[in-house]
T-cell receptor, first 110, second 112 residues
């Protein structure tokens, strides 16, 4: 069965420190991987997807098929990055069904 | 462009009752997906509707059912409510089943 694992429920860093939110997945086919973010009192929104290979708000994520990982990274955390982050997987032939991890709460302290 | 809206915001039901949750998709979107998010968990896929037809279903019992209307709005119906159905129910719409999903604010359901 497909699964997404985010091992950290809470990650706390100081402003300016590097951030890495971990995401591992299990899927034998070709997955599409996403990071979603939910800021306080806002709705869930797409942050980035692996096929775009772009940097959004300074965040990047590289799909590592050998390690089945899709870790989210930012070199210098900002206080406004504090939010819930969810990693999600979509099977290549399954349209819209997203499989989410449990989420990691990122807290950036001043 | 109006975003995805859901109603009601909150509701409280008792075990055994039935509930209907509603979702209006974003303009230009023909696909609606429903997710259940229990406290402290990530969203879990319930089902998806594409142009009024069910287009995939997650691991939920048949008492979870849905509809999509010609204007692409959608309903989620849950019969014979159980305590474990207490959760935030999220709806997401997209241009089609392969495009970015835009989420609504959710409906918080409490089953007593």
């Amino acid at each position: 069965a497909q699964r997404v694992t985010q091992p950290e429920k809470l990650l706390s860093v100081f402003k300016g420190a590097p951030v890495e939110l971990k995401c591992n997945y299990s899927y034998s086919g070709s997955p599409e991987l996403f990071w979603y973010v939910q800021y306080s009192r806002q709705r869930l929104q797409l942050l980035l997807r692996h096929i775009s290979r772009e940097s959004i708000k300074g965040f990047t994520a590289d799909l590592n098929k050998g390690e089945t990982s899709f870790h989210l990274k930012k070199p210098f955390a900002q206080e406004e990055d504090s939010a819930m982050y969810y990693c999600a997987l979509r099977r290549g032939n399954q349209g819209g069904k997203l499989i989410f991890g449990q989420g990691t709460e990122l807290s950036v302290k001043p | 462009e109006t975003g995805v809206t859901q109603s009601p915001t909150h509701l409280i039901k008792t075990r055994g009752q039935q509930v209907t949750l509603r979702c209006s998709s974003q303009s230009g979107h023909n696909t609606v997906s429903w997710y259940q998010q229990a406290l402290g968990q990530g969203p879990q896929f319930i089902f998806q509707y594409y142009r009024e037809e069910e287009n995939g279903r997650g691991n939920f019992p048949p008492r979870f059912s849905g509809l999509q209307f010609p204007n692409y709005s959608s309903e989620l119906n849950v019969n014979a409510l159980e305590l474990d159905d207490s959760a935030l129910y999220l709806c997401a719409s997209s241009r089609d089943s392969y495009n970015e999903q835009f989420f609504g604010p959710g409906t918080r359901l409490t089953v007593l």
